[in-house]
């Protein structure tokens, strides 16, 4: 049992911990806390004796307590006293071991699962290429409008070279969505689906492709029977994509432009999102094509290209038709890109261990839009240890991974203790070495404008450092399989 537990916290203060959070939405949070109410909260830090600072649906809420606990404690509190300076009480604390064994089953799960999130960026902006040339298939242009709603929710190079844009890019990278969701489903009036924050958020974006493209993956015919085709095309049934026999007809008639909507509720929250538009403000705009859509749905071109090839023997003709390769292709890709993210998302919690204390640690990918193409920043975002004990001050770091231009792959350290930032730069080559080497006075006049006191700038030709958080190995191997 917790030692704390039984101890009433009087909430004192509280604020938002995204920069841009407008204070009316922490009150309305607050105000809409109900006796009895669960709520789940992390220890942030102790900012002074008989206080905590806690972690409470994304909000840091200061509180008055006798009792201490350590910075990275979850708790289960429930509310005693509502009102605009409402009372918790701590009761039986989150168990930390059941928490932990969730988060390397999950890591167990998606490690093998998981490829590179540009990998199906690539792919969506080549079906969006290939939607603009003379001759596209049916299959791409059908796919083509999922591909641009994936892809404009992507940053631009211009947004994340500004600070502003940088935050929203990494606040959007599907690590937070979670989080985002659960500020949804707090609130007593549900947000339009243009003011949600899941909006431009990459995770859930992934997540409406992925369930978009597995609904038109068809169906196999009920049972092994055999169709054949007596005298011409048009005595063929078609193949039922609900498993029951269709009546013979001449022809597919085309269907109406089809409107791919969904529709998810959770607590109230209702988001809803045309999955056959692209909005004309998109920044895909102009690789929008203007070629009028066919009147055709992807679930009709399959059954038109089984018909064509007189295939209506098995579900496996059907798995072979060159739309329906292209369809599992994306949804492979979809899943490995979906298991990344959600495995840099566990990985921090793994890393340092079910008891430790958690540093604040984020790993993730960032895929920019430039133009046609699409460019990978891999960042490792940590409290550093070595400049913490060297200063007694908390020192930062971040690791960026890249590979643009004609300079190769290149790795960055930047560290900033207090108001001194240093960088150093691991490229791949000597070349490369020696053009950064050169342009390091230029990084240090930048770095001085923006207030900041300069350590040490340098470029070496070593091991760079690793932008993945990795779970232990013992953790992540089970002898007992």
């Known amino acids: 049992m917790n030692p704390i537990s039984g101890t009433l916290l009087e909430l004192t203060q509280a604020r938002s911990r995204a920069p841009g959070q407008p204070a009316s939405e922490l009150q309305k949070l607050i105000q809409s806390f109900k006796v009895g109410q669960l709520l789940n909260a992390i220890v942030i830090r102790v900012p002074s004796r008989g206080s905590l600072s806690l972690n409470i649906a994304g909000y840091e809420i200061t509180a008055r307590s006798e009792v201490s606990a350590a910075p ?36 167990r799960h998606n490690l093998p699962r998981q490829q590179p999130v540009r990998m199906i960026m690539d792919r969506l902006m080549s079906i969006v290429v290939s939607a603009n040339t003379e001759t596209p298939n049916k299959a791409t242009l059908l796919l083509a409008p999922l591909a641009r709603q994936v892809l404009s929710v992507l940053p631009s190079r211009q947004q994340v070279s500004t600070a502003k844009g940088l935050r929203h ?34 995770k859930h974006a992934l997540l409406k492709l992925f369930r978009d493209l597995k609904q038109q993956l068809p169906k196999p015919p009920a049972g092994n ?15 039922s994509l609900s498993g029951r026999p269709t009546p013979p007809q001449t022809t597919l008639p085309p269907a109406p432009p089809t409107a791919l909507t969904s529709t998810a509720s959770s607590k109230g929250t209702t988001l809803r999102h045309d999955q056959a538009t692209t909005s004309s403000a998109s920044p895909l705009a102009p690789l929008t094509s203007t070629r009028p ?37 994306l949804i492979a890709l979809t899943e490995g890109a979906l298991a990344r993210i959600q495995t840099r998302q566990l990985a921090p919690i793994s890393a340092h261990g079910a008891e430790d204390r958690v540093q604040p640690s984020w790993s993730l990918e960032l895929p920019v839009r430039d133009g046609k193409q699409i460019d990978d920043f891999a960042l490792l975002v940590q409290k550093d240890p070595d400049a913490s004990v ?70 070496r030709i070593d091991a760079p450092p690793s932008v993945d958080l990795i779970a232990p190995a013992d953790q992540m191997l089970d002898e007992r399989a």
């Not at 679930?299 to 599992?328: C, D, M």
């Open 390 to 459: 060297a200063t007694g001050e908390s020192g930062w770091s971040v690791v960026l991974k890249f590979d643009i231009g004609d300079l190769g792959p290149i790795t960055a350290r930047v560290s900033l203790d207090d108001d001194q930032v240093s960088t150093v730069f691991w490229p791949s080559s000597e070349p490369s070495r020696s053009r950064l080497q050169h342009k390091l006075e230029h990084l240090k006049t930048r770095f001085e404008k923006a207030g900041l006191s300069v350590g040490h700038l340098d470029c």
């Open 293 to 329: 859509r066919p009147e055709i749905s992807l679930k009709q071109l399959f059954i038109q290209e089984v018909v064509r090839q007189q295939a209506a023997k098995s579900a496996s003709v059907t798995r072979n038709t060159p739309a329906s390769r292209q369809l599992a292709e």
């Open 72 to 107: 990275g404690t979850p708790l289960k509190l429930e509310v005693t006293k509502a009102g605009t300076q409402p009372t918790l009480r701590v009761t039986d604390p989150i168990k930390t071991h059941h928490v932990a064994d969730k988060v390397i089953q999950g890591l």
């Open 169 to 202: 890019a990494i606040r959007h990278s599907g690590l937070f969505m979670e989080s985002a969701l659960s500020q949804t489903t707090t609130r007593k009036t549900p947000l339009s689906p243009i003011h949600s924050p899941l909006r431009r958020d990459l």
């Open 225 to 239: 029977a055999t169709t054949k085709a007596k005298g011409s095309l048009a005595a063929t049934a078609t193949p």
